[in-house]
């Protein structure tokens, strides 16, 4: 047993890192949220290049052959960046809707969010998850909703689609826990980091216990998302990624809402970004798997372990 | 990112696993927790048959990984955990075999290993607790020993020890931490007053310790003169790392047996029982995973366990108080029957934040250290 990342492991996540850095910065997400969440279409197509969605086909389908514990440190830094776009939904249909894997198709999936569909506005195939491959079908008539995230676009479908399901929910969800661990961990940071700037009453905020110990709760519950988030991947076990699932979405809305406090009104302005990841992360606690489901799932799994 | 054993780690698990069929069920009864004698008696007896079968060390040298595999396993089969040889195994043990001579580590390790003496530790003092280097417990040289006066409290094992790990102060006039230094006092020094406390849970955990001019020989003090905080810090560092890997083991089965008596009252039935008896589930899978984390970080930073321990010890201590919460949910007023299963874990898990460094020190640490934030007061 050896739990720690491999050396490519790494070189992955730093590379996955530096490129989203330099193509969706600061300056980019606040012109993504501009536009409402409508997606760069460049950025996907090199998203698409850089083996974003083609990650796990293997290497002679023109994918790199990894798997989903790569897939999970990818996500996490999707979910640090707040990149948006059907990240989950376009990589489970690469190598089955064309156009998927290399970013020249953007996918979305009906049913991972009750009648709610994300980024319909941009997409080009619209996909149930079920039995087999992803399903594509037709949007009907789907109307505009008002949308809390402002980077993820909503519509409403006439008709509920059945729910997701099948062999490919487990990596959607695995990877939506992946995206929320990853924003839990930057909430961290910037909470850290502004209690370490911000001086009140003479002294940095963060040397005041209430705070510190905002910020050391936010550490915690990140680190045991993390530990739960990195296992799920590897072992691929369906009831310890929704168990993943339940603590990564409670390490990123609870982290969001400390980062809000610990950011004082700043943290209530459209402004500053720390809204963005509460919003963002609100959202996907509720997307393929919800906190009741999930918790279902560990019940049961409780109960058939006796 | 690997969770699978190697084969070599499959093949120790399976011949502790053997070995441990056989061993546990030879245990006499356990005794029951307010006969000091009698649990000093079965726990030393557990640390031999250990001994002897080649797993007295397992604590100090075995790979972080077979420490795990052993924890897991013993828990596993209901066999006990250190009890009384807590600190000779996990505390005073481990900072011998890391700061004592040759001399110190021939003349205590071997005892400890062969459950043949009992460690108590003697930090805490009425005025100093979480505030550990404000002690002032004094020791003053006098020819080749220390003649220690003051006074210790919640020493947990202290009736039934042979050696009392001991933080005195030598200079008075240092800093705060520069003037403590690490005695092991024996235990049946003249001078030594051990008085029993009762805890919530009823029974006699700990005690308090009045010393009166108590005289240490100078070869029992491990370190320097003056370096006994330095050297406090690699024992309490040991305390937080690994060693609550058993106990999560053992919330694991607790809580399937919550769940079967959950089934069995009906409570199965209402969905808020139900989810946060399942919410519970993912919460000790996911510890099990972080102590696999922390075992795994503890290999590249040369095996000391970091402060990786605090975040793991902040999360469980809570984790453990919520399960006993959970299970007196299922209980219903029975939770209120000390003699039904889980009621005086529920009183005894009350400890668990506060012994071994309160949560709120732990956030202090955490915040500190890990995150770098501003050291304040
Ligand atoms: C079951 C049990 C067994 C024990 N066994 C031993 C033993 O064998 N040997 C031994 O030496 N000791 C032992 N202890 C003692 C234990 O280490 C202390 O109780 C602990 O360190 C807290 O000290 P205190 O009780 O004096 O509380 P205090 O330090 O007085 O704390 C009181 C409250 O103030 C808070 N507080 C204190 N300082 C700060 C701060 N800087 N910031 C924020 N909050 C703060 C604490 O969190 C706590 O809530 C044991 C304790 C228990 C409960």
Redesign the pocket.
Known sequence: MDFRLTDDQRALRSGVRRLLTRRFGREALRAAVDREGRLDRDLWRELGRAGLFALRLPESDGGAGLGLPEAALVFEEAGRALLPGPLVATQLAAGSVPGAADGTAVVTCAGQLSSLVAHLVDADVLVTIGAGAPHVVAAGEAAAVRSLDPLTPLHRLPHPPPAASGPLLGAAVLLTAAEQLGSAARSTEDAVRHAGDRVQFGQPVGGF?AVK?LCAEMLVRTEVARAAVRAAAVTGDLTEIAGAKLLADDAAVRGARDCLQVFGGMGFTWEADVHLHLKRSLLRAQMWLTTVQAEEIQAQALASAL | MDLAYTDAEEEYRSRLRDWLAVAVPELPPRPPPDDWPARRAYDTAWQRALYDAGYGEVHWDASPTLRLIFLEETERAGAPYVGAN??GLLHAGPTIAAEGTPQQRERWLGPVLRGDEIW?????????????ASLRTKAVRDGDAYVVTGS???????EVADWCEL?VRTDPAAPRHRGITWLAMPMDAPGITVRPLR?LAGSA??AEMFLDEVRVPVACRVGEENDGWRVTMVTLSFERGTAFAGEVVACRRTLAEVAAEARANGSWDDPAVRRRLGRLYAEFAALWRLIQWNVSAAASNGSLPGTGGSVFKLRYSHARQELYDAAAEVLGPDALDLSRPWTLERL?S??Y?????????Q??IVAERILGLPKG?
């Open positions: 216990q110990h | 807590f600190v108590c530790q003697g930090f805490s003092e009425p005025d100093a607790g979480s505030d550990l210790k409290i919640w020493t947990s094992h202290a933080l805890t955990e700990f005894s009350l400890s934040t506060i012994a071994a460094g309160t949560s709120q020190i956030r202090n007061r």
